[in-house]
């Protein structure tokens, strides 16, 4: 369900962590320590390709989509934390 379910579109999504200190060098997965709040975490979409829904009068080559986004963790509600890793 969704654009980018299935194989290929897990692959062309990235999630990294980064130390708020350090933003140029990845922690790695989501290891513990990595997800810890204060860090920054960034998700990345790269080689979508989706075709035109309706191609008329255009190039019929599909069009290669970029995105991401990063944000700060925050800390855990007092009920617990929810897990991060799927």
Do not use: H, K, W
Request: charged residues 5%; contains cysteine; neutral net charge.
């Amino acid at each position: 369900m969704g654009l980018l379910s299935g194989t290929a579109g897990r692959a062309s999504i990235q999630v990294n962590y980064y130390l708020p200190t350090n933003l140029s060098t990845p922690l790695g997965n989501c290891a513990a320590g990595n997800t810890s709040p204060g860090n920054v975490v960034e998700v990345v979409v790269q080689g979508f390709s989706l075709a035109p829904l309706l191609p008329v009068l255009r190039n019929t080559a599909p069009l290669q989509f970029t995105a991401a986004s990063s944000d700060m963790i925050g800390g855990a509600p007092v009920s617990g934390p929810a897990p991060v890793c799927p």
